[in-house]
């Protein structure tokens, strides 16, 4: 009796021991989702089982499949393109001031 209730003690202990772990690996995980802006989902929310999970992974990997390559350059590429356009822009403004000003200055001479 004294030996099963030994091992029974010691068998809670590990059990308390683990569920403190367990509390702790989910304070964490609280935390972490409370930094992220993630609410938790109420109790009574049903969850999708791991295969249905994984049957929606397959889905979406699927989809993303469809969508063919990306071009990792792109948006280097708008950066350069915006860039020129904003050169193209002040050229243009330049030119139209430079315009004025020999307009104006057409007028001083005819006068």
């Known amino acids: 009796m004294q030996t099963q209730c030994e091992t029974i003690r010691a068998r809670l202990e590990g059990l308390v021991e683990n ?24 109790s009574d929310i049903q969850l999708p089982t791991v295969a249905e999970a994984d049957k929606g992974v397959q889905g979406l990997d699927r989809r ?14 708008y950066d350069i393109t915006v860039e020129r ?25 005819e006068e």
């Open 85 to 109: 356009i904003a050169g193209l822009v002040a050229d243009g403004k330049l030119c139209k001031d430079r315009h004025a000003m020999l307009v104006s200055l057409a007028e001083q001479l």
């Open 19 to 42: 569920i403190r772990n367990k509390e702790g690996t989910l304070d964490e995980l609280k935390a972490e989702l409370a930094e992220n802006q993630i609410a938790l989902p109420d």
């Open 64 to 77: 993303l499949g469809q969508l063919g390559d990306v071009n990792m350059l792109a948006i280097e590429d």
